[in-house]
């Protein structure tokens, strides 16, 4: 087939796209994400079961509205983040990307800017929820494939149920297997020996081999899988909000740091910050009471 390849295709689907704003579905009217809260805990599922909560153009419109609300929602303390049905993601949506690939022939715009802009908007889903000042938690089973792999990996914490498989599927086909910060999170959680492994060949790990080379921080059955997510959230939901706030920042900034001196010069300002809360005080009083702290937002 001569045409424009499917990887401008995939992008110009992804750029023509226009956001439906109207509320249609569950609690903020997503089409293809289901948003529920317990308490200040927000759970979010790709919802997309038929497809393997594979990434088409709404789903990735929609995520990336949910998280562009996070900075200013104080409300919402920890994301879960898991898939519906079979699969906690199965990555980009070919078979959408291959339909707009017919259809967008013939088309004089640049390819190489159509595609990059396609590629911004889905690898700033991983920069958003870096970003966002909540904790996510990536609570996997089944297939975290390509896109899904990243949006796994770009979670803080990840746990694993026994069917949870991960890979970086870019490199099948005919792509590179560094996309959606794959390349910055992956070596950095097992080290760059397995890391080249997976990428270089695009093979699966497993949920026992991931929480062997902490890739995943737990391993449980399939069915205890949101329970063990909702006491991990339920653990960061007892620290103060701006501690846990600071904490991630400061755990994304001491990763890069350049020295020592850095991690310490920014763990003392957020020690400082912390000190000079109410919530410090409470914190220390709960402690020496042993009942759970009751913290002001």
């Known amino acids: 087939m001569v045409a424009k390849p499917l990887i401008y295709a995939q992008f110009k689907a992804l750029e023509s796209h226009s956001h439906c704003e109207e509320v249609k579905g569950s609690e903020m009217g997503y089409e293809t994400l289901d948003l529920r809260h ?21 789903l990735v419109d929609e995520f990336r509205d949910f998280l562009s609300k996070l900075p200013a929602d104080n409300n919402t303390r920890v994301v879960v983040l898991r898939g519906a049905g079979r699969a906690f993601c199965a990555g980009l949506d070919l078979k959408e990307q291959n339909r707009a690939g017919t ?6 715009t640049d390819p190489a800017e159509v595609s990059l802009r396609g590629q911004r908007k889905i690898s700033e889903i991983a920069l958003q929820m870096r970003r966002a000042p909540q904790p996510f938690i990536a609570a996997v089973h089944g297939a975290a494939s390509g896109g899904g792999f990243a949006i796994a990996l ?6 694993a149920g026994e069917s949870a498989r991960f890979n970086a599927a870019f490199i099948r086909i005919g792509l590179s297997a560094c996309d959606v910060g794959v390349s910055y999170f992956l070596p950095r959680l097992v080290g760059m020996s397995v890391a080249s492994e997976l990428l270089l060949t695009g093979r699966f790990i497993n949920a026992q081999r991931a929480l062997a080379t902490g890739l995943v921080s737990e391993l449980v059955p399939d069915s205890q899988l949101e329970e063990a997510a909702r006491k991990l959230a339920d653990d960061m939901i007892q620290t103060s909000p701006l501690g846990l706030r600071l904490t991630k920042e400061c755990l994304m900034a001491s990763v890069d740091a350049g020295s ?30 042993k009942r759970r702290p009751r913290y002001a937002d």
Do not use: H, K, Y
Not at 46 to 54: C, D, K, V
Not at 154 to 159: F, G, K, L, Q, V
């Open 38 to 58: 317990e308490g200040r805990v927000a759970w979010l599922t790709l919802n997309r079961p038929q497809s393997l909560n594979a990434l088409n153009t709404v």
């Open 154 to 159: 770009a979670a803080d914490c990840r746990i």
């Open 260 to 289: 020592l001196e850095q991690a310490v010069f920014m763990e003392d300002r957020n020690q400082v910050l912390c000190a000079s809360s109410g919530n410090f005080t409470e914190g220390v009083r709960a402690f020496l009471e």
């Open 103 to 108: 259809s967008s022939r013939g088309n004089s």
